[in-house]
């Protein structure tokens, strides 16, 4: 209804073909039965919740952006984005120069049909936790009283579990134990991340040992529509 509202009053006073919008979220929702339990930080509930779980369920969330006679309604962006991209594709879209020190990356080019050599880095924080995707897997960290979930009679400690999203899109099983090699590797990348620094292999490192620096982009001011179906962003949870 909210939406409706705004759309309402954008066309009564002549605005909409003239007018961004961005409909987004802060974080998603814990609503799986196997995501259920209490938490040992604060003693908070697990499901129907977002501050401690960090499930893939809980940090996903819809992006969707109108912006008239750029591009065509309905397109879609099925690669892995993030909440951060959204500053610098509304700058772009407003013709802005991007500030070298901003973490996010417009989404103009992923609109446009463009493909990236490296996938975007999707990092998630919330209250004693952490987690990074990448490819198929998914890691969430975990410290302090967070790392304690109580089901029943039940009390389980943890500070780190991996999940494989393609056979598990569900996060039920842990394979933080028997794949150590995958859990060292996404470590590597979260620690990376965090310091908003390339990981060996990528791109950006191939860049940075060459000497090349990343080229900024100016483009003139355009609207377009791209209602995103694969949206998985970096997140805080709170």
């Known amino acids: 209804d909210a939406i409706g509202a705004l759309m309402k ?12 919008i961005v409909v987004t979220a802060d974080h998603g929702e814990t609503l799986s039965f196997a995501h259920s ?16 779980s960090m499930f ?21 962006v099925k690669a892995r984005v993030r909440t951060i991209d959204i500053a ?28 990236e050599p490296d996938e975007r880095v999707v990092v998630s924080e919330g209250r004693g936790s952490r987690a990074i995707m990448h ?18 009679n039940e009390t389980r400690e943890s500070d780190t579990e991996l999940y494989d999203l393609e056979s598990d899109p569900g996060e039920l099983h842990d394979l933080a134990k028997k794949r150590p090699d995958v859990v060292a590797e996404m470590r590597a990348r979260l620690e990376a991340a965090l310091k908003n620094a390339p990981v060996a292999g990528s791109l950006r490192t191939r860049a940075t040992a ?14 377009f529509s791209i209602p995103m179906s694969e949206p998985k962003p970096d997140s805080v949870i709170t």
């Open 9 to 20: 009053t954008l066309d009564e006073t002549g605005l909409r073909e003239k007018t961004i």
């Open 210 to 223: 060459l000497g090349v620096r990343s080229p900024t982009r100016q483009t003139t001011s355009k609207n």
């Open 37 to 52: 339990g209490t938490s040992g930080l604060e003693k908070m509930p697990i499901r129907y919740h977002h501050a401690v």
């Open 88 to 115: 610098p594709t509304v700058l772009e879209l407003l013709g802005f120069e991007l500030p070298s020190r901003m973490s996010g990356k417009s989404l103009l080019p992923l609109v446009k049909g463009q493909t």
């Open 135 to 152: 490819g198929k897997h998914r890691l969430i960290t975990r410290t302090g009283d967070a790392r304690i979930t109580i089901q029943g």
């Open 56 to 76: 893939e369920e809980t940090t996903r969330v819809p992006i969707i952006i109108v912006a008239p006679n750029q591009v065509a309604p309905k397109t879609e």
